[in-house]
Every structure is written in structure tokens, then in C-alpha cells.
């Protein structure tokens, strides 16, 4: 059974640093792409940051990019989160993208909170 | 702002049936396949639709997507009240290099 545990969350100073960390298991992780996808309190979803299986090629969205680094190491999946501020605020999920063509994610974590005040 | 826009809310009576729209653009439902999710409060999304109009086993059928150039859809018929979330589209973007969601339809049964 896949299984998604992302750690790491808590408080956060701003304009300070945190690591979110996602080990994966129940499937081979080196094989998929695995992606963060966060939600601010009362709203949507927001994708954050992807990396390939290998790890050599990753996305990241423009509200992050230059501050949070998504990273991996086998089945553990990371985010270097840089520069924090309140927006940054969040339930950050750990997913994982289904093998194939079409972009979407079968699996979810059950997210970890972060938030970011003085 | 969401890339891809939904109406924030619907309600529907139990029974009935409810289409939610997400509209896009060219670079993510224009030309990429829309994913649809399901999400209850305080729970990670689960997946309801991928590639425009496919199931996971265990969605049940009463659940459909589909698309039509750079919009999309879900229609939930015979809604029950366990249908109760929020729904939200999504798709990868080629302009923006990156999964853009839209900002998500909360409905409600009445």
C-alpha cells in the first residue's frame, strides 16, 4: 500500500528557514515524480514544487522560486524552505504523480502545517 | 488569483444533480488533460477524475468529467449527502511550467 508521511512542519520564523521532509513507501518512489502542494487556512490548493524520479529536473512555482528547494534522496522526498514569510503559511502536502503522460496525483499525504510568524 | 476558475460554491438538493465549470486557457486545459479532486475538511484531496473523464476504482459512477477546449466539467448526479466537500480542477501548465488548480467549488447539499 502506498504511504506518504511528510515531518518536519511547526513555526517558523519570518525570514527564516524549515525542511519539510516526505518519506515514501509501498511503491518504488525513484520511478514517479513527487510534487508538494500547500493550502493556506480557508483556501484552494497551491502546487508548489515537482522533482523527477531521479531527481535531475524539478519545477518550482513562481510564489516560491528562489526560496524553497524541493530535493530527494531515495524515498525521501524534501523541501528547503527559505526566506519564510506569513504567506507561506500552510498545509503542505506530500504527493505523488501518477507514472505516464497525464500529470495528476494518486496519492496524497495527510499534510503537515507551517506556520510562519514572529 | 487562480489560473483556472471555478464557481465558489454550489448547492444542490439531495437527488438532484450539479455540474461545476473550470475555465482555462491554450497552455493548461487547452492542452493538457484535466484532473478533477475531492476534498473534505480537514482531509488531504483524493483523486475523483483524471485524464478529462476517467474513474479511479472506487469513485462511483455517478461521478463524470469531461472538456471541451479550454473548460472543463463535473457533474455529480443523484447527489448524496457524502458528496458534501470541495471539488477542484486542475492541470499541468506549459507557460507557466508548473500544476495550476483551479480555486475550487464547495458544495453543498441542502
Known amino acids: 500500500e502506498v504511504h506518504l508521511g511528510e515531518s518536519g512542519g511547526g513555526l517558523g520564523q519570518p525570514g527564516g528557514s524549515l525542511t519539510l521532509s516526505c518519506t515514501a513507501s509501498?511503491?518504488?518512489?525513484?520511478?514517479?515524480?513527487m510534487s508538494w502542494v500547500r493550502q493556506a487556512p480557508g483556501k484552494g490548493l497551491e502546487w508548489v514544487a515537482d522533482i523527477s524520479g531521479p531527481g535531475d529536473n524539478t519545477h518550482h512555482a513562481g510564489s516560491v522560486r528562489g526560496r524553497f528547494t524541493i530535493s530527494r534522496d531515495n524515498s525521501t522526498v524534501y523541501l528547503q524552505m527559505n526566506s519564510l514569510t506569513a504567506e507561506d503559511t500552510a498545509i503542505y502536502y506530500c504527493?505523488?504523480?501518477?507514472?505516464?503522460?497525464?500529470?495528476?496525483?494518486?496519492?496524497w499525504g495527510q499534510g503537515i502545517l507551517v506556520t510562519v510568524s514572529s | 488569483q487562480s489560473v483556472l476558475t471555478q464557481p465558489p460554491s454550489a448547492s444542490v438538493t439531495p437527488g438532484q444533480r450539479v455540474t461545476i465549470s473550470c475555465s482555462g486557457s491554450s497552455s493548461n486545459i487547452g492542452s493538457n488533460s484535466v484532473t478533477w479532486y475531492q476534498q473534505f475538511p480537514g482531509t488531504a484531496p483524493k483523486l475523483l477524475i483524471f485524464s478529462n473523464n476517467q474513474r479511479p476504482s472506487g469513485v462511483p459512477d455517478r461521478f463524470s468529467g469531461s472538456k471541451s477546449g479550454t473548460s472543463a466539467s463535473l457533474a455529480i448526479s443523484g447527489l448524496q449527502s457524502e458528496d458534501e466537500a470541495d471539488y477542484y480542477c486542475?492541470?499541468?501548465?506549459?507557460?507557466?511550467?508548473?500544476?495550476?488548480f483551479g480555486s475550487g467549488t464547495k458544495v453543498t447539499v441542502l
Open positions: 486542475a492541470a499541468w501548465d506549459d507557460s507557466l511550467s508548473g500544476y495550476v
Open positions: 504527493a505523488k504523480r501518477h507514472g505516464g503522460n497525464f500529470y495528476y496525483f494518486d496519492h
Open positions: 509501498g511503491f518504488s518512489s525513484r520511478s514517479f515524480v
